[in-house]
T-cell receptor
């Protein structure tokens, strides 16, 4: 069965370190998204991609970057982790032309100390 | 710009009672609307979606929602709550030609009492 997987599921890192969260999907979807989930804010869009070599900034992109070198993967990098980036991160993918029917990964809980 | 407001961050019902979770949206163009459910320590799962066809949309696990343009609402209902319905529910809006980007409400945590 097709799926979308995130790794690691849990991570603790120190302030100032670079951190990369992995997202891998086997749906063969063109669209991929990264969201962060914080209490009282729901999910907010960080970055998204509509295909290989395409990346776009979302609502809360400061301090984050992504790259898309193939269809399956969209890693999220925190350039210099800050305590404000402690959150649960979700990756999602969807087909082009399917309005918003996204499939979500299990999430990565990141703690910055 | 689009936005979503979910009324009530916590809703508690008794098992067997009606579930009503409220969602209002703002969109300058016809929206697509979604309800997702999140069980503890899991990702989000699509419950149902409205994409400009029938205004009453039926989803999984007995949930349904009605799109009311005049009220800019998309409330989620289930006639009889089950213990397994306890979860967090998110309403979201997307717009045609914006590639599936979702704008989420703040979420409503549903508790079901025995």
């Amino acid at each position: 069965d097709a799926e979308i997987t995130q790794s690691p599921r849990h991570k603790i890192t120190e302030t100032g370190r670079q951190v990369t969260l992995a997202c891998h999907q086997t749906w063969n979807h063109n669209n991929m998204f990264w969201y962060r989930q914080d209490l009282g804010h729901g999910l907010r869009l960080i970055h998204y991609s509509y295909g290989v070599q395409d990346t776009n900034k979302g609502e809360v992109s400061d301090g984050y970057s992504v790259s898309r070198s193939n269809t399956e993967d969209l890693p999220l990098t925190l350039e210099s982790a800050a305590s404000s980036q402690t959150s649960v991160y979700f990756c999602a993918s969807s087909e082009s032309g399917t309005p918003g029917t996204a499939f979500f990964g299990q999430g990565t809980r990141l703690t910055v100390v | 710009a689009q936005s979503v407001t979910q009324l009530g961050s916590h809703v508690s019902v008794s098992e067997g009672a009606l579930v009503l979770l409220r969602c209002n949206y703002s969109s300058s163009v016809p929206p697509y609307l979604f309800w997702y459910v999140q069980y503890p320590n899991q990702g989000l799962q699509l419950l149902l979606k409205y994409t400009s066809a029938a205004t009453l949309v039926k989803g999984i696990n007995g949930f349904e929602a009605e799109f009311k343009k005049s009220e800019t609402s998309f409330h989620l209902t289930k006639p009889s709550a089950h213990m397994s319905d306890a979860a967090e529910y998110f309403c979201a809006v997307s717009v045609q030609n914006q590639g599936g980007k979702l704008i989420f409400g703040q979420g409503t945590e549903l508790s079901v009492k025995p």
